[in-house]
């Protein structure tokens, strides 16, 4: 499989962004993916970082196919700890939306 190469500024993006791009580059839509969490960033602002980073998340832990996937590598990079009761992002938040949309380019 070719790896993306997939760069992101430091002081542009949050360090969620910045410690998902390498995992996300080697996905084959995984630029598509990162434009479009940049672009939630950008819009919303700084307290969206721990939104995208449970949508990460989920992805990583609802997506994966083993402990080699890229995907997996997700669900313990970014510090994100869901609770024990949450099985998926919780329906009508910001993190279901952005799980939803990027979801379709796994």
Do not use: F
Request: overall charge positive; glycine content about 10%.
């Amino acid at each position: 499989m070719k790896t993306q190469n997939v760069r992101i500024p430091r002081k542009r993006y949050s360090e969620t962004l910045r410690t998902a791009a390498p995992i996300l580059a080697k996905l084959r839509n995984g630029e598509r993916i990162l434009t479009i969490l940049a672009e939630y960033e950008r819009s919303e602002g700084p307290g969206i970082e721990i939104d995208i980073a449970g949508a990460l998340y989920w992805i990583g832990n609802l997506h994966h196919s083993g402990q080699n996937c890229p995907l997996y590598r997700l669900t313990g990079a970014l510090g994100y700890r869901p609770s024990l009761l949450e099985r998926g992002p919780e329906t009508g938040t910001l993190q279901e939306i952005i799980y939803n949309e990027i979801s379709a380019w796994v």
